[in-house]
């Protein structure tokens, strides 16, 4: 167990990364973060932050110096850059990031447990995607094996045209076929040292242009009929990969059952509702999870929840939210305002 007064290391300089390091200060834990020059706004609430290249071994050996435990606060880490971290003092593991780096990798997988992703096809090639469109049909989605996310790195198949016109990255791809669906949700768990894993209630999702938009709870039907199962291939997925702290599971709600769509080995967007909406948040319970303390309480603590994100130049008006009661702004301190960049949030509760 992390003693009072301990140092957490946190790879990644964003707003995950932000609200993690406040979460630790209240428990009494000092945070000093990593990540390449940027807008890195955990600077803002962290006791230092090495502002170096994801490669600089020099520099990660300095910084994993100063650190008693390590983990990190975004999916795209380089995985040599977690691997260079002391063994048995980074969580999760990095093999958790090697995991979900390559949705080819990830959706294999899952299947190799009993998940459902919907159905896909390696694509290298046009001639891939070609054969992948043959057997799979239109709409589908194209994506990249790595470094997607926010609806990047994506595009939309409705036709043979859209093949024939589409300027192939030279990168690997994986083709979706597009699944019916009658809601999005997520499930969010904890899981400690020793194992014991607890669950968030899960949201309701809604998107707008492959951004997060809103998380709603009670997430009503169909999605709660279909929860357990869901939380079964998540809690499959944390005991496979030794799993320590938060980790978060998207899924389609369909007429046949859960589908999984993909996993972020971290706090995530759509458990932002659990800082004023549960009894821990789920930025508490990761701190408390890598440092071997106990679990908090996952209950919600509020008739409904509703989370928002502001997105881009909404951030100027965010003041304007809290003329509605029971509401509280989240400003990531973000300098650079651009179209579809997650500039904060907002969470109104109903007691």
């Known amino acids: 167990m992390l003693g009072r007064g301990g140092t957490i290391g946190i790879l990644g300089g964003g707003q995950l990364g932000r609200m993690m390091a406040m979460s630790a200060a209240q428990l009494g834990y000092r945070c000093i973060a990593y990540a390449p020059e940027g807008d890195n706004v955990v600077s803002q609430v962290c006791d230092d932050v090495f502002h170096n ?7 990660l050996a300095a910084f994993a110096a100063q650190c008693d435990v390590v983990t990190w606060e975004f999916e795209n880490v380089p995985v040599p850059t977690a691997q260079a971290m002391p063994a048995g003092r980074i969580f999760p593991h990095p093999r958790a990031l090697e995991t979900a780096q390559d949705r080819l990798a990830e959706k294999r997988f899952v299947e190799d447990l009993g998940g459902r992703p919907a159905a896909y096809a390696r694509v290298d090639s046009r001639a891939d995607l070609e054969a992948a469109v043959d057997r799979l049909g239109v709409p589908g989605i194209l994506k990249t094996r790595r470094d997607g996310y926010d609806g990047k790195g994506q595009w939309r198949i ?23 669906f009658e809601a999005e949700f997520s499930v ?19 998107h707008e242009n492959g951004v997060l938009a809103t998380s709603t709870l009670p997430a009503g039907e169909p999605i709660e009929a279909q929860v357990e199962a869901a939380r079964d291939l998540a809690r499959q997925v944390a005991d ?3 799993y320590v702290g938060v980790l978060t599971l998207e899924f389609f709600a369909t007429r046949n059952g859960p589908v999984f769509n993909e996993m972020a080995p971290r706090v995530h967007n759509s458990g932002h509702w659990t800082i004023e909406g549960a009894i821990t948040s789920q930025f508490e319970n990761h701190v408390r999870a890598v440092a071997g303390l106990p679990l908090g ?14 997105v881009g130049k909404d951030i100027k008006g965010a003041h304007g939210h809290l003329d509605t009661p029971d509401t509280h702004l989240h400003d990531y301190g973000k300098a650079q305002v651009r179209a579809g960049r997650k500039m904060g949030h907002v969470t109104r509760l109903e007691r």
């Open 240 to 242: 496979a990969l030794d």
């Open 158 to 180: 409705g036709s043979d045209r859209d093949v024939a016109g589409l300027s192939l990255p030279e990168t690997p791809l994986v083709y979706e076929a597009f699944v019916e």
């Open 297 to 310: 309480d996952t209950a919600t603590a509020a008739k409904s929840v509703t989370m928002i994100n502001i």
């Open 188 to 206: 969010i768990l904890v899981r400690a040292q020793d194992g014991a894993i607890r669950f968030w209630d899960s949201p309701r999702n809604s």
């Open 53 to 59: 290249k994801w490669d600089d071994n020099a520099a």
